[in-house]
């Protein structure tokens, strides 16, 4: 008799087990369910010491573009991707786009970088990113120099003496450093890397230098 009892004792616990357990589960896969990654905000990806904006800043989308002008693959994006990106969608209110530095390559990438934004203080921003993109060659081969760096703003008829004190004070090295760091918390881990912004706040990232087919895809699908 004290056997019996103790064998349904033992059933009863499992069957109580069991029904913890699967409501547990139940709870578990329910929550799951519901929940929905939180999505990333424009606010979340501070652009304050990036590049100025290319378009109109009230456009419904933002390509943010993280790169170093040493890079290959960054100079690949530039002169096969870009004017596409720009004419279909910056140039017509759909998308803005905003540079922030990467500058890991080499000992030449953090000046380059500096240099686009003493270019900036002269409203040439854009101009000499672009030069940076034309005359790229080799990582740290001389041709982003500082003599050449210099040579590149003589050419876009700057101030010559404005442009040479800022970069020789350094002025903008902890712009360069602010955007490296805001590179690395938003996880870009190679040049380029892109994270695309709508104005819900919806966030598509793009790694590499992909080709306009991948851009005009993900761009379309936000709109």
């Known amino acids: 008799m004290n056997k019996k009892l103790a064998i349904m004792g033992a059933a009863i616990v499992m069957i109580i087990v069991v029904v913890i357990m699967g409501s547990t589960y139940y709870s578990t896969l329910m929550q799951m369910q519901e929940y929905k990654p939180p999505r990333m905000s424009t606010a979340s990806v501070?652009?304050?010491?990036?590049?100025?904006?290319?378009?109109?800043?009230?456009?419904?989308?933002?390509?943010?573009?993280?790169?170093?002008?040493q890079c290959e693959m960054c100079y690949h994006w530039f002169h096969t991707t870009r004017a596409d990106v720009i004419n279909t969608y910056v140039d017509t209110g759909k998308a803005n786009l905003v540079f922030l530095d990467l500058p890991f390559l080499g000992r030449d990438s953090h000046p380059a970088a500096?240099?686009?934004?003493?270019?900036?203080?002269?409203?040439?921003?854009?101009?000499?990113?672009?030069?940076?993109?034309?005359?790229?060659?080799g990582v740290d081969d001389g041709w982003a120099s500082k003599d050449r760096l210099v040579a590149f703003a003589f050419d876009l008829e700057m101030d010559m003496d404005e442009f040479n004190d800022c970069m020789d004070t350094a002025k903008h090295a902890s712009r360069v450093n602010a955007n490296y760091d805001q590179a690395v918390k938003q996880g870009a881990q190679a040049t380029p890397s892109f994270i695309i912004v709508s104005s819900d706040g919806t966030t598509k990232k793009i790694s590499g230098a992909q080709p306009y087919s991948v851009f005009s895809r993900t761009l379309e699908a936000m709109l």
């Open 46 to 69: 501070d652009l304050t010491n990036g590049s100025p904006v290319l378009g109109s800043p009230d456009a419904p989308i933002t390509i943010i573009e993280f790169g170093d002008y």
């Open 114 to 137: 500096q240099a686009t934004y003493c270019a900036d203080d002269q409203g040439k921003y854009w101009e000499y990113h672009t030069t940076l993109y034309n005359f790229q060659a």
